[in-house]
């Protein structure tokens, strides 16, 4: 993978973080962390004892304060922010307690697990004038950022349909008593492990979705939280999204977007843990078929370096409030759909 330079921070001194979780996706995030003028890691706090003392000797912590909990990690003085690397039910609470104590909130997805709990914890940042930044990094590669401003151009036209999918088998080399493998802390597995980030890009693309249907199924694994999804979007303009995640076949990822004067794919030729690029093809009517190879990007770094930003009042954070909590909207109504196995309306958010 190519190195690529991060800006320098703009005079101030870099976003002191605190970070709940020090697991699989925690350990990505340090890596990132560590070369990164706008954020710098102080605390950590992981739960689990053998994992703290394991974590003394990790040259990524090397003068980083080791905590017990979150409790600990938000008492921490000195802190700006925390960064959420924990399982899902505990979001609503940990972001709550961090607003509280005045810290700005970076939540690896999903946000919550429930619409309800999304908005007050969206309300909760808000009313005290915190950034609430969320991990869909899907939104920082280069070329869905492009195909946005492609989009906004009008040169697809009218968007149709969009076919995703975000697929892996990661998961097997986990032990069983992992919590991604259990219905009680990830619910619909394949959706909340890699499935909401194309949920999320549909939402980018074109808004709050109102109906949805989704099945799930056990059939390439014995993971109690299941291995195959899919799901159908039904958008307010006729559009449709068409959603894979699968959890017990070999990587593969690609978001597809056709509009009314052409389709544009991306492709990706690695996991996003440790991304090598983009195969990108082009069909415009008219024009002849173009495919390209786009170079790897720090898609993680760049979310968390917007959050950043944000704190520092340099930008806007790109992701909207009111896209967070359609997101978790939809997450809701696919559980949902799920277990009635049955078409769902997808709950409208309250304007934060």
């Known amino acids: 993978m190519a190195t690529v330079q991060t800006p320098k921070h703009p005079g101030q001194r870099p976003v002191r973080i605190g970070m709940v979780g020090y697991g699989w996706w925690g350990k990505t995030i340090a890596r990132q962390l560590a070369s990164s003028s706008w954020l710098d890691l102080k605390a950590v706090a992981e739960n689990h004892a053998p994992t703290r003392e394991a974590m003394a000797s990790d040259p990524l912590l090397s003068g980083v304060a080791i905590v017990d909990g979150a409790q600990a990690l938000i008492a921490q003085p000195g802190l700006d922010a925390v960064i959420l690397c924990t399982p899902h039910p505990q979001h609503a609470e940990q972001i709550l307690a961090a607003a509280e104590a005045g810290l700005h909130v970076f939540c690896e997805k999903p946000l919550c697990l429930t619409l309800a709990d999304a908005q007050q914890a969206v309300a909760a940042c808000q009313s005290r004038g915190l950034v609430l930044g969320i991990g869909h990094e899907r939104r920082f590669e280069p070329e869905v950022m492009a195909l946005r401003e492609l989009i906004a151009r009008g040169e697809l036209g009218q968007i149709l349909q969009i076919e995703a999918n975000f697929s892996q088998d990661k998961f097997f080399a986990l032990p069983k008593d992992n919590w991604r493998l259990s219905n009680a802390h990830a619910p619909v597995g394949p959706l909340t492990a890699t499935g909401i980030h194309l949920v999320d890009l549909s939402i980018a693309l074109l808004g709050p979705c109102e109906t949805l249907w989704a099945r799930l199924a056990t059939l390439g694994s014995d993971f109690e939280n299941g291995d195959t999804l ?123």
């Not at 704190?311 to 009635?340: D, F, H, R, W």
């Open 230 to 352: 899919g799901i159908m979007m039904g958008f307010p303009n006729g559009a449709n999204a068409m959603i894979s995640a699968v959890l017990a076949t070999p990587f593969e990822g690609r978001f597809t977007v056709y509009g009314s004067k052409g389709w544009i794919e991306i492709r990706d030729r690695t996991h996003p843990e440790h991304p090598t690029g983009w195969d990108i093809t082009t069909v415009l009517r008219g024009q002849d078929k173009q495919v390209r190879f786009s170079p790897p990007h720090p898609t993680v770094l760049s979310n968390l370096e917007a959050f950043a930003k944000a704190i520092c009042q340099e930008a806007p954070y790109p992701v909207t409030a009111q896209e967070m909590l359609a997101n978790v909207a939809a997450l809701e109504a696919i559980m949902k759909s799920v277990g009635s196995k049955s078409l769902m309306p997808v709950a409208a958010p309250r304007q934060p």
